[in-house]
Each structure stands twice: as structure tokens, then as C-alpha cells.
């Protein structure tokens, strides 16, 4: 599958200032920003869904487990039956008319929203893209592009609010990779964890605001479902359980809300080892089980919605809560493009850009 590139500015080539006549013309200076999202496969069917999930598992900030240990599983276990079953979970949210997952459709048109502001304010002067770390439009390809099409500062900027070393890191792992492999690397900046934004955080409690003002059974509780990791990987250093738990807090605050109102829960576990908890799945069940029978999830850490929400979520979580009791579920989706989440990137982008802008002439 090809993805066509999403970018703003110009690719002007000019022959540098005081260069021979013979000289080869070259790009105009650019800045260039990369968004970067998780991954998808390129389609449905066994073989895209085992090379995405092959690429996914074997990226040692997903599994560290040693090689010798862990391949032969995947290998001959895990990928011979999972394909199948991600596959038909693809199938469920797939984007047909454009023949490509969600998340793909949604981080394009944040691109573009982002290029289109980018653009307003600061004119030609930068090129904006996006790249998948797993799946295409790969992050060499993109980074690669960018820099022949004349940015030599980039920046990359993972959309994952909260840091966890198998989001943040290894995206930025990723890039780091094809900077080793450049004659000439551009300066290059990557963008931190960004869950404590005042502008990232007024557009999740307006997401929630709008949600509950929609539906007719107001929600007993809150779930603020994150992705999961091992519980080692706290103690190994990893902020990202803190960051999370912080974020559901600071939404709770936002929102003017008691405590006990919003809970974290996580979900996406697999493995035979201890995870952060509590599990989403098990978590609503036991709320429906307490007498809780209207309740929402949301989902802080997916700047766009994708299979964990849309299918983990809106299908095997719910159910959970229903086949225990539960009566009304209501899923608040990702932020997305909406236009306060577009906004709270922007000023991110800007603020990270600091000394690399030139302002525009009046």
C-alpha cells in the first residue's frame, strides 16, 4: 500500500551563493515536523497482519526478553495463530472506502489540520509529515524525504501524552536509526511527554464535557483506560504508570469533579508476567457487580482512536461490563482531529520549535 506524503511549504531549489556554475541546485533551507503514531498493517489479510505483528513483537522495548527465549515463540507459535485473530479485529473497524485502518485516516488528517496551522503562522517555512513506527509510511522513508526536500532541523514528535519506553522511546529509537545511517543528519529535536499541557488537558475534559451532555443515562463512574506494561518496568525506571495515574487526577480537576469519580484502569495485557493494574476488562466487570450501571471509558493515552479503542473497547470491554451487569456503556472516543486537540499540538510544536522559526514579515 502506498501512502501519499502530507505536507505544507514549498520544495524551491535554488544553487548555492557563491557556487560554481556546474553546481547541482539544492533544496531551500526548511524546518521539517514529523508526527508519529504506533502502526498499522498495511491490510487485513494473514500475511500484512504477521509482517506488522512480527515488526510490533520483535522490537525489544515491546518484549525484552532475550532473543533465544522469545523468538521461537513468536516464530512458531505466537505468529501462526495471531495474524488471524488481529486480522478479523482489523476487519471489524476497517476503513473501507479508503481501504486502510482508522488510525492511519485519523493521523493524516491531524497532519493535515497541524500543516494547515503551521502554515497560517509561519508560511513556507516548514514541511509537515507523518510516520508509523511499525507498518508504512515508514520512519526512514518519511525522514528521508524530508531531508531531500530540504529540512535540515526536524522535529519528531511522538503523539503518546504519557512517555513509556515501548511508546515514546521506541519511536524515537527509530529515528535515531536512520540518523546513523546519514552522511548529513539534520538537527534534530524530539518532542517530550506532553499529559500535563494545559491545552491538552482542557481538550480531554471537553471531550468528557460534550460526551456526558449527549447521552441521556449520566455515568456513575469515569474509566480512564490506558495501555498497559509489565509492572517491572516501574520499577525499572519507566514513568509512565505515574504519568498516567497523574493525568486521570489533573482530568479529575479539570473537570471540577469529586474524588473517586475517575478511575485508572489498564488494558492490552498479554504475557505470563505481572502488568499494572487494574485490568480494564476485569475492572468494569467488577464495577457492574458493585451496582454501577452507567458507565464511560476514556482513553488519555491515544492521541487517535485505532484498535485497542475502537475494537478492545467498543467490543470486548463493553461486554465485559454488560455481561456482568452493567446497562449503559458509553465510550468517549480520542481526541483525534478535533479542533482544541489540533490547537494543544500547535502550541506544542511552537514551543519545541523555539529558536529554529523566523517570525514573518509584516
Known sequence: MTVSPVVSGSTETHRPTYAP?????????????????????????????RRYLNEFLSDKR?????????????????????PFKSGEAYRGIW?????????LTITREQTRKVAEGLAARHGDQVLVDFCMRYGNPSTDSVLRRLQA????????????????????????????????????QPAFRTVPAYFEHPLYLDALANSVREAYASIDSTPEVLVSSYHGVPKR????????????????????????????????AFQSQFGPEEWVGPQTVDYVAELARQGKKHIAVVSPA????????????????????????GETFTYIPCLNDRDDH???????????????????AE
Not at 515491546?62 to 495471531?82: A, E, F, K
Not at 526536500?149 to 529515528?175: H, K, M, V, W
Not at 479539570?254 to 474524588?259: F, M, P, V
Request: with cysteine; aromatic share 12%; charged share 25%.
Open 233 to 264: 518496568f516501574l520499577h525499572e525506571g519507566d514513568p509512565y504508570y505515574c504519568q498516567c495515574i497523574k493525568t486521570t487526577r489533573l482530568l479529575r480537576e479539570r473537570l471540577g469533579w469529586e474524588e473517586g469519580s475517575i478511575h485508572s
Open 342 to 360: 489540533i490547537q494543544a499540538l500547535l502550541a506544542i510544536i511552537e514551543n519545541e520549535l523555539g529558536g529554529w522559526l523566523s517570525p514573518l
Open 95 to 103: 476503513n473501507t472506502e479508503k481501504n486502510e485502518s482508522p488510525l
Open 149 to 184: 526536500e530540504g529540512c535540515e532541523r526536524i522535529l519528531f514528535f511522538p503523539l503518546y501524552p504519557q512517555y513509556a519506553s515501548p511508546t515514546t522511546a521506541t519511536a524515537n529509537d527509530q529515528a535515531f536509526r536512520t540518523l546513523m545511517k546519514l552522511k548529513w
Open 302 to 325: 491515544f492521541a487517535a482512536d485505532c484498535v485497542e479503542t475502537l475494537e478492545e473497547i467498543e467490543d470486548e470491554i463493553r461486554e465485559s461490563f454488560i455481561s456482568a451487569g
Open 21 to 49: 556554475a556546474d553546481h547541482p541546485a539544492v533544496a531551500r533551507s526548511k524546518i521539517g515536523v514529523v508526527l508519529v503514531n504506533l502502526g498499522t498493517p498495511d491490510a487485513t489479510d494473514y500475511w500484512s497482519m
Open 62 to 82: 515491546v518484549v525484552d526478553y532475550s532473543w533465544w527465549r522469545w523468538q521461537p515463540i513468536l516464530q512458531l507459535m505466537i505468529l501462526t495463530r495471531r
